[in-house]
């Protein structure tokens, strides 16, 4: 497929495509006359850095796994390690995000009482 519709369904601008590919994040076939063709394994493969950016994961890192996915199977391992600590790091945010939702439920729960009775 076309990187205009690509972009279309992985929700990222043609421009960001293009810097992924520049990047070495997304190695990309062209067809006869030189263009893009993009697919099925190029939509899992984008879909996976977006969960990998989305979940804090920096560029740099995004990079190096890029660059170990493209060196095959000899890299497996590697790979593995750097799931298993972004994993570590994805369960401390959430950890995180779970204790700042409770203390915004607290006040929320203040403001309520608040309102319901309030000071004479």
Known sequence: MKIGLFAQKVNLSTHTLRYYEKRGLIK???DQSGQRSYNENDLAWVQFIQRLKDTGMHLQD?????DL???????LKERLEMLHKHRSFVQE??????????????KIEWYQAEIRNPPK
């Open 28 to 30: 990309v076939d062209r």
């Open 62 to 66: 995004i990079q190096r796994y890029a």
């Open 69 to 75: 996915r493209y060196q095959g199977d000899r890299s």
């Open 93 to 106: 945010q959430i950890k995180n995000w779970q204790m700042s939702l409770k203390k915004l439920d607290n």
